[in-house]
T-cell receptor
Framework: GAVVSQHPSWVICKSGTSVKIECRSL??????MFWYRQFPKQSLMLMAT?????????EQGVEKDKFLINHASLTLSTLTVTSAHPEDSSFYIC?????????????????FGNGTRLTVT | AQSVSQHNHHVILSEAASLELGCNYSYGGTVNLFWYVQYPGQHLQLLLKYFSGDPLVKGIKGFEAEFIKSKFSFNLRKPSVQWSDTAEYFCAVNKKNTGFQKLVFGTGTRLLVSP
């Protein structure tokens, strides 16, 4: 089945530094990827929609300058947490839709990465 | 705005016990419904989905869910759980035919099955 690789799986960084998280679709192309964040005991919340070759669409309340998203190719989207602070510590998950499903089945489910646990000290 | 409620945050069962996890959503329009499972250290995987048709949906690993439109519910069931079912389960909803989906997730239910 379709595989989405997310790297790193966990990262610890110091406050004020930036962290980049990669999301790759390994055996399919994805014009659209989604970035979610999950705080402890809370649900996955959509942060932004990453569109290949264009600007990401951010959900209300998500700072675009803090969470930089780049979707430079059909198989790679990156999320950079800039000037990280302890309150940014969370579990970040990406998901992707196969570009073939985009046109053939608008209701096809997404493929998820394993997630990245970010801890900011 | 859509929301999804999973009332059981933690469930502990013995092997062979029956399982039912509740999921209620608040959205008046036509929706697609999903259950995802996340095993320890692994990615979210689709367990089953409902788009239309028979409201009783069969998924992988013996799971099933029933869509009751009048109750806005999509509860997950399994007649006899196994230790390997220990995982976190997420119910999710999205508007039908939206194309680029914005899944709305519940808070998740952590299931622990003791051998």
């Amino acid at each position: 089945g379709a595989v989405v690789s997310q790297h790193p799986s966990w990262v610890i960084c110091k406050s004020g530094t930036s962290v980049k998280i990669e999301c790759r679709s390994l055996d399919f192309q994805a014009t659209t990827m989604f970035w979610y964040r999950q705080f402890p005991k809370q649900s996955l919340m959509l942060m932004a929609t990453s569109n290949e070759g264009s600007k990401a669409t951010y959900e209300q309340g998500v700072e675009k300058d803090k969470f930089l998203i780049n979707h430079a190719s059909l198989t790679l989207s990156t999320l950079t947490v800039t000037s990280a602070h302890p309150e940014d510590s969370s579990f970040y998950i990406c998901s992707a839709r196969d570009v073939r499903d985009t046109f053939s089945n608008l209701n096809s489910p997404l493929h998820f990465g394993n997630g990245t646990r970010l801890t900011v000290t | 705005a859509q929301s999804v409620s999973q009332h059981n945050h933690h469930v502990i069962l013995s092997e062979a016990a029956s399982l039912e996890l509740g999921c209620n959503y608040s959205y008046g329009g036509t929706v697609n419904l999903f259950w995802y499972v996340q095993y320890p250290g692994q990615h979210l995987q689709l367990l089953l989905k409902y788009f239309s048709g028979d409201p009783l949906v069969k998924g992988i690993k013996g799971f099933e869910a029933e869509f009751i439109k009048s109750k806005f519910s999509f509860n997950l069931r399994k007649p006899s759980v196994q230790w390997s079912d220990t995982a976190e389960y997420f119910c999710a909803v999205n508007k039908k035919n939206t194309g680029f989906q914005k899944l709305v997730f519940g808070t998740g239910t952590r299931l622990l099955v003791s051998p």
